[in-house]
């Protein structure tokens, strides 16, 4: 025990102690927390995952209207989509069907979207570089995707777009005859190709 | 006042109890978000896309049935070769593309079902080829579908079903139970078409519905309506039949219109002596159906599943 002429010296050490004890402490109990995957924000997981169903739902619907084929078959045969430019729509979905839903779904909610289309290659391997359908732009980093596969036939024909019910007409000219992005992979069947579709969504 | 001596143990103490109950109100927050995160990750082992894949699959089966039945007059060998080809070439397709969601696939045909279709295209009386009103259509059949559309101011008027059996135009289904008569007529003072379903003693149902301004009504027996009306009778008669049935007409001066009766038996067995290239009604082969199987293995699901197609059947 100290006397009391030292006494001002242990307070003063008990108390700087239990002060580091306390800091320590405060300092560990902040360390462990994990915050941030469900933060409200933009890149919030809830968030990514809700635009994957969304997409993986309207793909789902749509092959069920069967709305998608005819959009995939309008191809004017001088390199791009019907009433595209060479390298997509750009502004958002096409004029068929198809777009109109993309659009009303995903558009209006302030989701931008592209819409890749994966071919076989005459070598009988996937297209490495999709054909785009819609480019809205560059993803971001927490974008989703959903795909979903189509097949066309030899006698399927190519279609047009029909400008005053936003919907496709067919022409005369069948896949077999036709200059397309996909080319015939199995000459022997009349199974002409099958294409993956892929919508790739994220937040505006 | 604790004494003096005692101070600094006190303050330890209390210090200590502090720190203690921080660290457990932190940890109480950590578990409670990580809780949180873990229950609201994307679960699933990915199950859904096995079952989009055999969906594909079966849609692809059915449209190249249906496209291979369009043709007239194919060989069995040609038709079935034709159809293995297709489902080969789909299979080998599709994998590239499961490939890239780490995911191998096939389809591969298990077995075919040759059939026949007695068809008439043509608005005509149902009579035989020689025109007879009483024939036999197919006998050994174990399974079929029949569609018929028939114009109503055609049809037998009879004001009561044994009118009707005895005079109107009859479908008659002949099992080793005996005779499961489906009877067409009109009845007496009205402009509607009826179907009676079953014998007149025993009698499973009535259909009955207005033909609307084209007089043409469609009887479908795959889907068991009237006009486009759901008619439950006609499906409680097919039930009733035994596993080999012969299928007759009688008066089929009483009515005209078009049919197509889809047997799955081949052509050799089947007894009626129409010819494909000859007047109605006509026969020809067709692929009644197909087994195949599908399977799908990715890191956490593998999944094997035999399906059979039917040509002709809607998705419902």
Same mark, same amino acid.
């Given at each position: 025990?100290?006397?009391?002429?030292?006494?001002?010296?242990?307070?003063?050490?008990?108390? &700087?102690?239990?002060?580091?004890?306390?800091?320590?402490?405060?300092?560990?109990?902040?360390?462990?927390?994990?915050?941030?995957?469900?933060?409200?924000?933009?890149?919030?997981?809830?968030?990514?995952?809700?635009?994957?169903?969304?997409?993986?739902?309207?793909?789902?619907?749509?092959?069920?209207?069967?709305?998608?084929?005819?959009?995939?078959?309008?191809?004017?045969?001088?390199?791009?989509?019907?009433?595209?430019?060479?390298?997509?729509?750009?502004?958002?979905?096409?004029?068929?069907?198809?777009?109109?839903?993309?659009? +009303?779904?995903?558009?209006?909610?302030?989701?931008?979207?592209?819409?890749?289309?994966?071919?076989?290659? %005459?070598?009988?391997? +996937?297209?490495?570089?999709?054909?785009?359908?819609?480019?809205?732009?560059?993803?971001?980093?927490?974008?989703?995707?959903?795909?979903?596969?189509?097949?066309?036939?030899?006698?399927? #024909?190519?279609?047009?777009?029909?400008?005053?019910?936003? %919907?496709?007409?067919?022409?005369?000219?069948?896949?077999?005859?036709?200059?397309?992005?996909?080319?015939?992979?199995?000459?022997?069947? =009349?199974?002409?190709?099958?294409?993956?579709?892929?919508?790739?969504?994220?937040?505006? | 006042?604790?004494?003096?001596?005692?101070?600094?143990?006190?303050?330890? #103490?209390?210090?200590?109890?502090?720190?203690?109950?921080?660290?457990?109100?932190?940890?109480?927050?950590?578990?409670? &978000? @990580?809780?949180?995160?873990?229950?609201? =990750?994307?679960?699933?082992?990915?199950?859904?896309?096995?079952?989009?894949?055999?969906?594909?699959?079966?849609?692809?089966?059915?449209?190249?049935?249906?496209?291979?039945?369009?043709?007239?007059?194919?060989?069995?060998?040609?038709?079935?070769?034709?159809?293995?080809?297709?489902?080969?070439?789909?299979?080998?397709?599709?994998?590239?593309?499961?490939?890239?969601?780490? /995911?191998?696939?096939?389809?591969?045909?298990?077995?075919?079902?040759?059939?026949?279709? &007695?068809?008439?295209?043509?608005?005509?009386?149902?009579?035989?080829?020689? *025109?007879?009103?009483?024939?036999?259509?197919?006998?050994?059949?174990?399974?079929?579908?029949?569609?018929?559309?028939?114009?109503?101011?055609?049809? @037998?008027?009879?004001?009561?079903?044994?009118?009707?059996?005895?005079?109107?135009?009859?479908?008659? @289904? &002949?099992?080793?139970?005996?005779?499961?008569?489906?009877?067409? @007529?009109?009845?007496?003072?009205?402009?509607?078409?009826?179907?009676?379903?079953?014998?007149?003693?025993?009698?499973?149902?009535?259909?009955?519905?207005?033909?609307?301004?084209?007089?043409?009504?469609?009887?479908?027996?795959?889907?068991?309506?009237?006009?486009?009306?759901?008619?439950?009778?006609?499906?409680?008669?097919?039930?009733?039949?035994?596993?080999?049935?012969?299928?007759?007409?009688?008066?089929?001066?009483?009515?005209? *219109?078009?049919? /197509?009766?889809?047997?799955?038996?081949?052509?050799?067995?089947?007894?009626?002596?129409?010819?494909?290239?000859?007047?109605?009604?006509?026969?020809?082969?067709?692929?009644?159906?197909?087994?195949?199987?599908?399977?799908?293995?990715?890191?956490?699901?593998?999944? +094997?599943?035999?399906?059979?197609?039917?040509?002709?059947?809607?998705?419902?």
């Amino acid at each position: 025990m100290v006397t009391g002429g030292d006494r001002g010296q242990a307070h003063a050490l008990e108390a &700087i102690t239990a002060g580091m004890l306390l800091l320590a402490s405060l300092l560990f109990a902040l360390q462990v927390t994990a915050v941030t995957p469900l933060t409200g924000s933009t890149s919030s997981q809830h968030i990514e995952n809700q635009q994957a169903k969304l997409a993986e739902g309207l793909l789902a619907a749509e092959a069920e209207n069967g709305t998608i084929v005819p959009t995939l078959l309008s191809w004017n045969q001088s390199g791009h989509f019907a009433g595209a430019e060479p390298g997509g729509f750009h502004g958002g979905g096409p004029p068929t069907a198809f777009g109109n839903v993309l659009n +009303r779904t995903l558009r209006e909610r302030n989701i931008a979207f592209n819409v890749n289309v994966f071919y076989v290659t %005459s070598s009988g391997e +996937r297209s490495r570089h999709p054909v785009q359908l819609v480019d809205l732009g560059s993803p971001s980093d927490h974008a989703s995707t959903a795909t979903r596969s189509f097949t066309l036939y030899d006698d399927d #024909v190519l279609r047009e777009l029909n400008d005053t019910d936003d %919907s496709t007409d067919p022409t005369g000219t069948a896949l077999a005859d036709a200059t397309y992005f996909a080319p015939d992979a199995d000459s022997d069947s =009349r199974v002409y190709n099958v294409v993956e579709v892929e919508v790739v969504v994220w937040r505006m | 006042m604790a004494d003096v001596d005692d101070r600094g143990q006190l303050m330890l #103490v209390g210090a200590l109890t502090l720190a203690v109950m921080l660290v457990t109100l932190a940890v109480l927050l950590n578990a409670a &978000i @990580y809780t949180g995160n873990v229950a609201t =990750r994307d679960a699933g082992p990915g199950t859904g896309e096995a079952i989009e894949y055999e969906t594909e699959a079966t849609a692809m089966a059915r449209s190249t049935i249906e496209a291979l039945n369009e043709r007239d007059g194919e060989e069995y060998d040609h038709l079935e070769q034709n159809f293995t080809d297709a489902v080969d070439a789909w299979s080998g397709m599709a994998r590239n593309h499961s490939a890239v969601s780490l /995911a191998t696939t096939s389809v591969t045909t298990v077995s075919v079902d040759f059939g026949t279709v &007695i068809r008439q295209q043509d608005s005509l009386a149902f009579t035989d080829p020689d *025109g007879a009103e009483g024939w036999r259509l197919a006998e050994n059949v174990n399974e079929s579908r029949i569609r018929l559309n028939v114009s109503q101011d055609s049809l @037998y008027v009879a004001d009561s079903p044994s009118d009707a059996e005895t005079n109107a135009l009859n479908v008659i @289904y &002949i099992d080793g139970a005996g005779q499961h008569p489906l009877r067409f @007529y009109t009845p007496d003072g009205t402009d509607d078409v009826r179907v009676g379903v079953g014998p007149t003693w025993a009698l499973i149902g009535q259909c009955t519905v207005d033909p609307g301004a084209d007089d043409q009504v469609i009887v479908d027996f795959d889907e068991n309506t009237v006009g486009g009306e759901p008619c439950e009778a006609i499906g409680t008669l097919q039930d009733g039949l035994g596993d080999e049935y012969e299928i007759r007409i009688r008066n089929g001066h009483k009515a005209t *219109g078009t049919y /197509a009766v889809n047997v799955n038996k081949s052509i050799g067995n089947v007894a009626i002596a129409a010819d494909a290239d000859g007047d109605d009604p006509t026969v020809t082969t067709v692929l009644y159906g197909a087994t195949l199987r599908v399977t799908y293995r990715s890191p956490d699901v593998y999944y +094997r599943s035999e399906f059979q197609v039917v040509a002709g059947e809607s998705d419902a």
